[in-house]
């Protein structure tokens, strides 16, 4: 999940600016909830898909496959609101599978269970993390979201829990699969972006 681009969509204003940037009411998303949204040209034609994360009230983490910065920078107008890309700053580590839960009760013990699309702030080992029960396939799964510096500590800690339960890294080509079997679209695949 590491190289999706990671837009962090902040201050007085954030939610007032999304709710004109994307076509799902962000609104409704509370602190604590994720929310899959698309948004669209001025005629109403899809430029591409994401997930948002929202941190707090005014503070939000907004994922996409290709670069959309200069997108969501041209149009903050007057409004209290910073678009800043972190795209380097977050690793985002994808457990998938029927032992996701039980292993990440093992590496994130104080962790409050959490409802599908939400997230909590973690701790794993040393390093403060947010989980999200999100994910791209059908199956149970959480996104850890850490910061670049205290990637591979998680990591390396996650997979000395997860392989007594057979837990494999798996790449690009794997996630595509699962995405097709669980009826998830992708961009120049199931769709086209309109900017192009």
Request: charged residues 25%.
């Amino acid at each position: 999940t590491s190289p999706l681009f990671k837009y962090r969509i902040r201050g007085r204003d954030a939610e007032k600016y999304l709710s004109g940037m994307l076509a799902r009411d962000i609104r409704k998303c509370r602190p604590g909830q994720a929310q899959y949204t698309v948004w669209c040209d001025d005629a109403g034609w899809v430029l591409e898909d994401g997930v948002v994360l929202r941190m707090s009230d005014d503070d939000f983490l907004l994922t996409t496959a290709r670069p959309n910065m200069a997108y969501f920078s041209d149009h903050t107008d007057s409004m209290s609101v910073e678009v800043e890309d972190e795209s380097n700053a977050f690793g985002a580590l994808a457990l998938q599978g029927p032992y996701a839960r039980e292993i990440l009760s093992q590496i994130a013990p104080d962790m409050p269970e959490i409802g599908y699309f939400h997230l909590a702030p973690a701790k794993i080992g040393d390093a403060a993390v947010t989980v999200s029960r999100t994910g791209y396939t059908g199956d149970l799964g959480y996104e850890i979201w850490v910061e670049a510096d205290d990637a591979v500590a998680v990591w390396d800690r996650l997979f000395e829990v997860a392989s007594p339960y057979g837990v494999i890294p798996a790449g690009q080509n794997a996630l595509l699969m699962t995405r097709v079997e669980a009826g998830l679209i992708l961009i120049d695949i199931d769709f086209e972006s309109a900017r192009y």
